[in-house]
């Protein structure tokens, strides 16, 4: 590591990472720092249980693949990315032994809703294809930008009549739930499950007013879901070589403490190991506002408004995740692989939620701190990814929606809670999988709420979007309107990770919005937006 | 009424355009350059399958300054917006059979660029297009959407 760099980066999650290969790409001198022993953040892929029992630890569904535009840029194939689209996307296997899959194709998601209701089969049919079809221009419009306002949107929107032009886009959405766009589309309760279920896992609560304004986003690319073969962290490993093959730096143990001001611009960067580093051109965090705001910055140098709305007013997620890890012997075998045998080879499963009524009653509980009674839903990578497992073996991933503070007794409770929750969790699985019998789980370990939050402190509360994700807290208000294009009040020092507009998840979006605002301020030739 | 992708009739497309624009409040300043690609489907006449007709609008100040056919990609041309679609589907939109918004809104025409300017200048795009899809009196001289079967049929039509 030298004293100086023109752009230094805090955080080498993949925002980081992103963002510093596009500046290396453009000439730049770029310094990327990460407190942990490695690069990645959430793209983190450990041997948690036994040896060769690969399992992700955060990220483990790539839903951007192809639609995110630095994965052709930085060309993370190139860089050794394989992914596998599983066949079998989906599904959810409800209490009475039935089971409703989604595929990668069309027709045969479909039949698996018609199962459950003619109707819900040809309104998902024309949803589908619908949102389908917006699926890139919303992308660009909507997510690879620097966002615009709500105001905005609604009038262009109305001026292109696309009310009119649409079954199921509108503007009114922006005041409504999930539940309710559900509601006034779909008729069986299982199938409004299954589809609400989709969006939660995509961090959209079903009973959140606004969100229903990306639902049917959320459908477009719902059989887009991929697995990266050999772990998440291949992703990263490939940021970081792009970033590396074009001079860009990155520095892992480096626990960034301080941002250094002159005036009021941003000039370096402290570690906590006194270390300074020079920043000749720009300083950019993609860690979280508390960190950056209220720690790595003198009080003098931010605005006193500011620094109050950082503490009162940034939304956290009300509720996160709890994972458990396994290494096992064999797949698992669902009792309801009788009335649909394809439940047997679904990626991602769930288990057991049946009803909207099911979901707000969840995660109502985990908004006041109570640990549901578990649902969990089950990934089995194994069944796709041949690589993670030792042969013959598989691994597993149950993550159950959950309080980061349990009522009573705060978040400190996961101490004690974890294995036994985790052990309940299994008795989930099992009870929709026999096979899954004490003598094929080798290992398991649990991974909680507050291991989130100790592993990056940037998930604030065991926040792993970074951020509340409602309407009112995304385009250009997220995470305040003042920080909501990337800029800030201390001069050439950006915000560019999950904080920011869209919200996390691997979308590389923060980072790449970041990247224009950037590329505008310093008048860096935008080779990436080819036309 | 001249014919479908002749210089005419990209002649009368301008001024539908400008005319439309002229009647706007306030059009947008700057200057745009957009390319139209149309990629033979087997379905239009006016674009062999497996060709491509591409087209070049440039807009200065709200306003359409020319519109020509040119071929692939010129480097040193800067493009702001790319439209992408078949030939039935341009056939059909310059017929008025088929609304451009929807056709961008169903993914029938691509359309690639700063999507935040295109949003801001909404009211402007529309009248654009408007003028595109119905402001010309077209004549096809091999066939109207959805086509005549026969080339004899097409110069009867
Ligand atoms: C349990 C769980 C499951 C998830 N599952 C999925 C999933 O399946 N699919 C998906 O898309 N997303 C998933 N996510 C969310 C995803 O992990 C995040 O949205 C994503 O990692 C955010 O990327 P980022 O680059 O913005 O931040 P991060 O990945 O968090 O990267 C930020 C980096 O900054 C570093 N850092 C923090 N403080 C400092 C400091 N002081 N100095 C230097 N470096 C610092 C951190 O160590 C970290 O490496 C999951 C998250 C969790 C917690």
Redesign the interface.
């Known amino acids: 590591m030298r004293d100086s760099y023109d752009a230094i980066i805090v955080g080498a999650g993949h925002n980081g990472l992103t963002l510093g290969a596009y500046l290396a790409r453009s000439g730049l001198e770029v310094l990327v720092l990460e407190r942990r022993h490695e690069e990645g953040g959430g793209l983190c892929t450990e041997e948690l249980t036994l040896s060769g029992f690969l399992h992700n630890v955060h990220a483990n569904y790539h839903t951007f693949v192809d639609l995110a535009p630095p994965v052709h840029d930085l060309d993370v194939r190139g860089h050794g990315v394989e992914y596998v689209r599983p066949e079998v996307q989906m599904a959810s296997i409800y209490g009475d032994g039935t089971a409703l899959t989604v595929h990668t194709d069309l027709d045969k998601t479909c039949a698996s809703i018609a199962r459950f209701s003619e109707e819900d089969a040809e309104t998902f049919r024309r949803l589908y294809v ?1 949102a ?6 919303l992308l ?2 909507l997510m690879y ?2 966002p ?1 306002s709500v105001k ?2 609604t ?2 929107l109305a ?4 009310e009119d ?2 079954e199921f886009l509108s503007v009114k959405l922006r005041r409504e739930t999930i539940n309710q766009f559900l509601d006034q589309h779909f008729t069986h309760p299982k199938v409004k499950a299954h589809l609400a279920f989709h969006g939660a896992v995509c961090a959209y609560t079903n009973d959140v007013p606004g969100l229903a304004i990306g639902f049917p986003l959320l459908v477009g690319k719902i059989d887009n879901w991929h697995l990266c073969i050999g772990g998440s962290h291949r992703l990263a490993h490939a940021l970081w070589r792009d970033l590396a093959q074009h001079g860009g730096v990155m520095v892992s143990d480096a626990d960034v403490r301080a941002i250094l001001v002159d005036g009021n611009r941003a000039v370096g960067v402290r570690l906590a190991d006194g270390t300074e580093v020079v920043a000749r051109k720009l300083v950019a965090s993609t860690v979280s506002v508390e960190q950056t705001f209220l720690e790595f910055l003198e009080p003098s140098t931010v605005p006193e408004e500011l620094r109050g709305r950082i503490k009162n007013d940034v939304k956290h997620k009300d509720w996160t995740l709890f994972s458990v890890h396994l290494a096992m012997s064999t797949l698992p075998e669902y009792s309801a692989a009788e009335f649909d045998p394809d439940v047997n080879r679904a990626w991602v499963v769930n288990l057991g939620y049946g009803s909207l009524e099911e979901l707000n009653a969840d995660f109502a509980a985990a908004r006041a701190g109570q640990l549901p009674e578990p649902k969990p839903n089950a990934a089995v990578n194994s069944l796709y990814d041949p690589t993670d497992a030792p042969p013959g073996c598989a691994t597993g991933l149950l993550r159950q929606f959950a309080p980061f503070a349990i009522a009573g007794g705060g978040e400190g409770e996961w101490e004690s809670l974890g294995r036994w929750y985790g052990h309940r969790c299994i008795e989930a699985w099992r009870s929709h999988a026999p096979n899954l019998t004490d003598d094929v789980i080798l290992d398991w370990v649990p991974y909680t709420p507050l291991e989130i939050a100790q592993k990056f402190p940037n998930m604030v509360r065991g926040d792993w979007m970074m951020g509340e994700v409602s309407l009112a807290n995304m385009l250009d208000q997220r995470p305040l309107p003042e920080l909501g294009q990337y800029r800030t009040p201390v001069e050439a020092l950006y915000m560019a990770g999950s904080t920011q507009h869209p919200h996390g998840f691997i979308t590389f979006a923060p980072a790449y919005n970041a990247l224009q605002v950037i590329a505008e301020d310093l008048g860096i030739d935008t080779w990436w ?1 080819q ?1 | 009424m001249a014919d479908i992708y002749t210089p005419d009739w990209y002649e009368e497309v301008r001024d539908a355009m400008n005319a439309r624009v002229a009647t706007m409040k306030d059009p947008p300043g700057g200057e745009l350059q957009i390319k139209v690609e149309i990629y033979g489907d087997g379905v239009s006449p006016y674009v062999a399958e497996g060709s491509e007709r591409h087209f070049l609008v440039r807009i200065e100040e709200g306003h359409c300054a020319w519109y020509r056919e040119v071929e692939g990609d010129d480097p040193a041309v800067k493009l702001d917006y790319r439209f992408r679609g078949s030939g039935n589907t341009f056939d059909e939109i310059a017929a008025g059979l088929e609304d451009p918004i929807t056709a961008a809104l169903h993914g029938t025409v691509k359309v690639r660029g700063d999507m935040r300017f295109l949003m801001r200048q909404a009211e402007h795009v529309k009248v654009l297009l408007e003028a595109y899809a119905t402001g010309v009196q077209t004549s096809w001289p091999l066939g109207r959407p959805p086509y005549a079967a026969t080339q004899e049929e097409a110069v009867r039509a």
């Open positions: 619908e389908h079809g917006y699926v890139d221009l660009s419009t930008q620097p615009m905005e949107l009038r262009a001026t292109f009549g696309v032009r649409s937006r036309v």
